[in-house]
């Protein structure tokens, strides 16, 4: 089956002083391979405002929940996970790897099942 690239935007927001944004984007390769990205970008205060912004390449483990992300949007637990996300990406005390990998971790969440 041919890859078909796909692009999508999703957000969860807690709070009316909090949003969280996911871009999720697959790209085909001429060889048939697959790469997924993300783009998270937290968005806090009253006016929001970026606050934090990541562009995170979902690693091969993960790109079935990527797929299964961009068709069906965010479950339960991935919601769950954004918030926790959004707590490190803020933490001065968090490296930028342990930001990225809070982020791709919202992904890595998904509770896989026949239907996704």
């Not at 999703?10 to 697959?34: M, S």
């Not at 970008?41 to 006016?47: D, T, V, Y």
């Not at 079935?64 to 965010?74: I, K, P």
Request: charge should be negative; aromatic fraction near 4%.
């Amino acid at each position: 089956m041919p890859c078909t690239p796909l692009s999508v935007t999703l957000e969860v927001d807690p709070d009316p002083k909090q949003k969280i944004c996911f871009g999720l984007n697959k790209i085909c390769n001429n060889d048939n391979t697959v790469q997924w990205t993300m783009h998270f970008q937290l968005q806090q205060g009253n006016p929001l405002a970026t606050v934090v912004q990541l562009d995170v390449a979902i690693t091969k483990e993960y790109h079935a929940q990527a797929e299964a992300t961009a068709l069906h949007g965010l479950d339960e637990s991935q919601r769950g996970q954004a918030l926790v996300a959004a707590a490190i990406a803020t933490d001065p005390g968090c490296t930028p790897a342990d930001r990225a990998q809070a982020a791709q971790d919202v992904i890595a969440a998904r509770a896989m099942q026949a239907g996704a």
